[in-house]
């Protein structure tokens, strides 16, 4: 018993693998400036590196089960498989975009390292999200 407790008690002086380390937080909505906040809503355009396929989404503000809605072009899952297994999105610290599953899992991660959305990692053939001018 007590060697079990050591144990315990050694794995949690651990360092955080970097897995958990990379961990992004949810973005505090409330510190956000709210017409920055409602500018980032709205039509989005992901696509492969070459820009010749293209999936349209709208970012919503209303919330649902595992982050916020999103509404996804019913061509998307022919273009990029993954899509049509995203149910919400969400927005983390450094403006990072995540794309989520019904089970809450995130499968796409957008991150800005530059003033351009880069999926980190590129997942099926997905290389990027752009803002579109609103519809």
Known sequence: MHRAIFALALFATLPV????????????????????LES????????????????????K??????GTQIEIDPACAKTF???????AWRLKENWTIELVDALRKTR???ETP????????????????EQLAGD
Request: hydrophobic content about 40%; charged content about 25%; aromatic content about 8%.
């Open 81 to 87: 498989p993954i899509m049509g297994e995203i149910t």
């Open 108 to 110: 796409i991660t957008f």
């Open 61 to 66: 503000k209303e919330t649902t089960i595992g």
């Open 40 to 59: 980032f809503y709205g039509p989005w355009q992901i696509r492969n590196e070459n820009g010749d396929k293209l999936c349209k989404v709208v970012l």
């Open 17 to 36: 693998t970097a897995a958990l380390a990379q961990e992004v937080a949810p973005m505090d909505l409330d510190s956000i400036d709210p017409d920055l």
């Open 114 to 129: 530059d003033d351009n959305y880069i999926a980190e990692p590129e997942t099926d053939g997905i290389f990027t999200i």
